[in-house]
């Protein structure tokens, strides 16, 4: 199938499930998209039964989408750069001790748990994965998903500490989950003396640091340049080609982490756009572009998440493996939570109810379906692909669905749109985080 083929269908069906959606539906977008796609994709795999053979022209689709190149190398630069655009960095400093930790520490910390679980899981269940691509598995479902995490956290009224948490967290750790990954895949398929220790540092320092450096040289340059202009069409331009390039730059040139690299590049800019060195109609056109840039990619990537449903076989120790590495993953989660919490929380005060609800609102992603993927063929990849989307379809359709209304049920918030919140009315509601200065 050709690419303007590919595009084409892709589109449409985005279309048409944000219309089922909003009209019908009425749940949050990532959540009711992907719920829309999956019952397509379900009636597609059942349609043979009653003789419409299209299964083989989803299959082509899927073929020719491509996930884990289209979202690893094309999407989700220009997701992180739009989601980290609108991220206060004045708020988000107040936070980055914890911040920092949650994305280094925990994900480390989480990868190893994961890993080790899910094989004692397997040999429990006589399914033969060798230890290495638990590993892997671990490294790749343990950062949380910037672009899932950020589309929830759009629909409830989560007091702004906990928001600048969890976004921060999501905007940093899949750079690390990343590294990991490649470190022990690297592990998994070439053996033991792939990797010595100083070269894994090293990696991780060049990948890491040297993200954090080469996105703050270009948030900074393409801050520099906005200064200059009062037009939007130059400003989306300008911005556009930062990250286009910047992106490919990052990855294939100084072979530095990208994510890293566009969420630092991104809150530079936006940190300029908080301070307001743009004429009022500029920033208002150049944040508008950037959100529907983020709302249709976001859209166009829990569609083709729930058309992967297709490409999927579930037996049935695959079915009771993905139930436990659910569980799994969720008991890691909240551990690699506490102990960052716990030890900061000796100089710091944090709300007793702040881990519940990051281990909830850590949620999975496009990230760790794009990079199973990306594992060579071989029964341990079918596995480690069958229980990566099971953990990030309960992700999304679970947790996500229930985050606002665990929110409100510990601070004792409602859901208010933009307009309705108490915020733009000038009232000022009580908080059970309003103590946190972390």
Known sequence: MRAEQVVGVLLSLTAVSSYLNYRFVKLPKSIGITLITLVLSFLIAISGKFGWDVEAFATHLLDGIGFNDTFLHGMLGFLIFAASLHVNTMELSKYKTIVGLLATVSVILSTFMI???????????DIAVPLEYCLVFGALISPTDPIAALGILKTVNAPKGLEMKIAGE????????IVLFVVLLGLAVGGQNTWTVSEATLFFLQQGVGGVLLGLLMGWLAARLLRTIDNYEVAIILTLGMV??????????????GPICMAVAGLSVGGLLH??????????????????VDELLNAILFVAIGLE????????????????????TMAARWISVMIPVASVSMFRKFSPNVVLIMTWGGLRGGISIALAL???PGSARDF????TYAVVLFSIMVQGLTMGALVRRITGRTAFTKE?????????RPSVFEDEIV
């Open 115 to 125: 890993g080790f679980g899910t094989y004692a899981l397997t040999q429990f269940l």
């Open 170 to 177: 999501a905007l940093f750790n899949d750079g690390m989950g």
């Open 275 to 292: 301070r307001g060195h743009m004429s009022k109609d500029t920033l208002q056109r150049l944040s508008a572009f950037w959100e529907l």
């Open 374 to 376: 990306t594992i060579p």
């Open 420 to 428: 309705e919140s108490p915020e733009a009315l000038g009232v000022r």
């Open 244 to 257: 286009a390039g910047g992106y490919a730059f990052a990855h294939s040139v100084m072979e530095v982490s």
């Open 309 to 328: 449903f297709l490409s999927l076989s579930f037996r049935v120790d695959t079915a009771l493996a993905s139930v436990g590495a659910i569980v799994i």
């Open 384 to 387: 480690i692909v069958a229980i």
